[in-house]
C-alpha cells in the first residue's frame, strides 16, 4: 500500500459554483499550491461537492488543515484533511451488493400471470376449464 502524502488533502463541503482557481486563491495564503482539482460530475458538468488541493511542501498542506477545517467559504463550512491514499476500486468502503443484477433475460418484473398476448388470464372457472365464469381480471 503507497505511503500517506501529506502534502495533498481532501476538501470536502465545498459550494456547487468553486472552481479550481478559486479553490487554488483560497489555500494559496498557507503556501504554494501546486495542484487544486474540484472533483466534477460526468453526466451534469457539476461540482460534486469535494476536491483535493495539493501544496508544495508538508508544513503548508498542515498549516492549511489547522487555517481552513472548520473555515466558512462561499457560505459552506469546509471539510479539509489530509487526503488518503487511493485504494484498489477507488474506494476505502468496502462495496456491499444488495442482490439483483442478473435477472436471466426475463424482465425481473412482476408478473400477474396469464400470457403476454393478453385475452383471458386463466382466473377461476366454475366449469372446471380455462376461461369463461369468474376471471379475476387482475
Known amino acids: ?12 463541503n465545498l459550494s456547487w459554483g468553486i472552481t479550481d482557481d478559486s479553490l487554488k486563491a483560497a489555500f494559496a495564503e498557507f503556501g504554494e499550491v501546486t495542484s487544486a482539482q474540484v472533483a ?10 469535494f476536491a483535493f488541493v495539493e501544496f508544495a ?7 492549511a488543515v489547522a487555517g481552513l477545517d472548520g473555515h466558512e467559504l462561499d457560505g459552506r463550512e469546509l471539510r479539509v484533511n489530509i487526503a488518503m491514499p487511493k ?3 477507488g474506494s476505502s468502503a468496502p462495496r456491499r451488493s444488495f442482490g439483483g443484477g ?3 433475460g426475463q424482465g425481473g418484473g412482476y408478473s400477474r400471470g396469464g400470457d403476454s398476448r393478453g ?3 386463466g382466473g377461476y372457472s366454475p366449469r372446471g376449464g380455462q376461461g369463461g365464469g369468474y376471471s379475476r381480471g387482475y
Open 57 to 63: 511542501a508538508d508544513e503548508a498542506a498542515a498549516a
Open 102 to 104: 442478473d435477472r436471466g
Open 119 to 121: 385475452g383471458d388470464r
Open 1 to 12: 500500500m503507497d505511503a500517506v502524502n501529506n502534502k495533498k488533502l481532501y476538501v470536502g
Open 87 to 89: 485504494t484498489e476500486g
Open 40 to 49: 466534477m460530475d460526468r453526466m451534469t458538468g457539476r461540482s460534486r461537492g
